[in-house]
């Protein structure tokens, strides 16, 4: 049996900001992942700025490697798509000079490349100790820690503490937080891979289509370095039941059909498969810690209702998760009224562009609505600053939530 202070449950972007935030305290750590790194996660493989942001607060020599990192694709912009067929391009920075400063604002990176780069971070780290092809499956609380153990009993781990980054499928997190999946509060995603897609803006900028029978999902492609795309569609699963949506047939109707979309792809060649998980959403409130554990990213149903974005928020969690073991174990304390802070910390950090994207969410359901808001963005800044950071600045997020802004934004149209 392996003893440690705090065992992390996964090594995605969650589980690796937690442990190393961890190592920035010298707290040593388990890390434990079913899988082998590189492993492909299927994802828009968005990058915002949140991403780098947080790996900076966490070792600001990590932002510098990912600066370095090739597998990349920097993204100046995102084009909306409404239901109507209208687009705006809206540029993350309102004026920018690729020649004179070449960081943009947001990346694009697959996943194989991007969780591989953070699990290097952690083999860096002499404080985590990482077991890769290791799976956590059954849970047992002791009075002195968790016992944890892979389903044949012969891998077993205990730890005063658990932090739960096994993501949207997580046993932990209906097993014994009870928390579970509910249509309402959860999307169901496919993705696949292309190359040679043309008509992609020369600024990389990332498209959103929001077609009307999608609503409020949207048809995503995002563009890749080598020519290659990220090319998917994003549906509620309450919208995906209650239509009986084949989001696979979709998508290849939609490439094959779309007067416009058809074209573009017309040479585009599919790499691999196309491939589908959900997407837990932060759509509502839920209870993420107990005693001895907390639940981060995805396993904590924390991605972002209306963007879909789960990357930045799963290692915000992580590392307010690490944060969080260290004032337990300043206090001694591991018990679900001390790691209540956890949750607190949670929704004050994360809360308010939370509640934010459940409301625009809900307003983007209406096809005339969201022609009428793509309509006003054409002539509005504000707007167009509205919806750009709704994927990328945080700071800006934050003018959103209040009340001023949307009165300024009616009076000014
Ligand atoms: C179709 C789709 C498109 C998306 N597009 C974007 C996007 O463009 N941008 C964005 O920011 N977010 C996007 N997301 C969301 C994003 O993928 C997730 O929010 C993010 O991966 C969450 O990270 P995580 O570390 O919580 O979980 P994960 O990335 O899922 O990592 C969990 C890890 O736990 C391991 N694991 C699982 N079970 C066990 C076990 N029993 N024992 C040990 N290890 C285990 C897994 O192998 C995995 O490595 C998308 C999601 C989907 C499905």
């Known amino acids: 049996m392996i003893e440690t202070t705090v065992c992390v449950i996964g090594a995605g ?15 040593p750590c388990v890390v434990v992942d079913k899988a082998v790194f590189p492993r492909d996660k299927v994802c828009g493989d968005g990058l915002s700025g949140k991403v780098l942001t947080c790996l900076n607060r966490i070792n600001p020599e990590i932002g510098t490697r990912l600066m370095e990192f090739q597998a990349k694709q920097g993204s100046w912009g995102v084009t909306f798509v409404a239901p109507n067929r209208a687009s705006l391009d809206v540029a993350y920075r309102p004026v920018y000079d690729k020649a004179q400063e070449p960081s943009a604002a947001g990346y694009v990176c697959k996943r194989m ?48 503490v658990v932090i739960v980054a096994n993501g949207a499928h997580s046993g932990f997190t209906k097993e014994v937080a009870k928390i579970t999946m509910e249509p309402r509060h959860y999307i169901a995603g496919i993705r696949a891979y292309y190359q040679g897609v043309t008509g992609m803006h020369e600024d990389s900028f990332i498209e959103l289509h929001f077609l009307d029978e999608l609503l409020p999902g949207y048809f995503w492609i995002f563009p890749l370095p080598n020519g290659e795309a990220n090319v998917g569609v994003g549906v509620l699963s309450e919208v995906v039941r209650k239509k009986k949506l084949n989001l696979k047939k979709m998508l290849q109707d939609t490439l094959e059909k779309d007067p416009v979309l058809s074209k573009r792809f017309e040479n585009a060649e599919l790499l691999g498969t196309v491939d589908g998980y959900g997407l837990p959403l932060g759509s509502k409130r839920r209870t993420l810690s107990g005693d001895r554990y907390m639940l981060t990213g995805d396993a904590g149903y924390l991605i972002d209702p209306f963007t879909g974005e789960g990357i930045g928020n799963a290692l915000y969690s992580g590392r307010i998760a690490a944060q969080q073991v260290k004032a337990a174990l300043e206090a001694n304390d591991f018990s679900a009224t001390q790691l209540k802070k956890y949750d607190d910390e949670i929704y004050r950090v994360l809360g308010p562009e939370l509640q934010l994207s459940t409301r625009m969410q809900k307003l983007v359901q209406r096809p005339w609505l969201f022609n009428l808001l793509l309509r006003i963005g054409m002539r509005n800044k504000q707007l167009r600053e509205l919806m750009s950071c709704m994927f990328y600045e945080v700071d800006l997020r934050k003018r959103l939530t209040r009340p001023s802004f949307y009165l300024k934004l009616l009076l000014n149209r």
């Open 13 to 27: 972007p969650a589980g690796a900001a937690a442990a190393l935030q961890l190592q920035q305290f010298n707290i």
């Open 113 to 160: 490349d991007f969780d591989n780069f953070l699990v290097d971070e952690l083999k860096r780290c002499e404080q985590v100790q990482l077991f890769e092809g290791q799976s956590i499956d059954k849970y047992e609380l002791q009075p002195d820690g968790y016992v944890l153990r892979d389903n044949a009993g012969t891998f077993v781990v205990k730890a005063q």
